[in-house]
């Protein structure tokens, strides 16, 4: 049987937008324990993510799509930080950061509606008693 690694995934993915939420309603205490979760939740998903992108794309392409993945995760963020100043001072801060939370809820749910998403299957491991099956 086929592992679906997309379906661990998926709880880390959504996961910032409770630290985001914590953030504009709770007291410290809850932020600290929801910022540890979102540390592990964050890496268990950064793992699965690099192992996914370094097992499915073909080693020709790999840097480019290292490049696109980077450049989305990382080259637009000072984006949102200078968005962030402006908004805060006209809205408030829980306001928000309720904005901030629901633009990452949409934008993960955007994502899990791709069937291709939603459909993701890990190959067998090479010692799996499937895999020797088969050869």
Known sequence: ???QP???AKPEALWPSGDTVAFALAPWPL???TMFTTGITQTIFGVLWSTTVQHDVPADALSRVTSWDLLGALALAPLGLLAAGPLTAA???QPTAAAAAALILAATAAALLSPQV???RAPDPPHSPRTRLNR
């Open 6 to 8: 997309a379906r661990e």
């Open 1 to 3: 049987m086929a592992r």
């Open 91 to 93: 809205i408030g801060i």
């Open 118 to 120: 939603r459909r993701f």
């Open 31 to 33: 932020v600290a324990a």
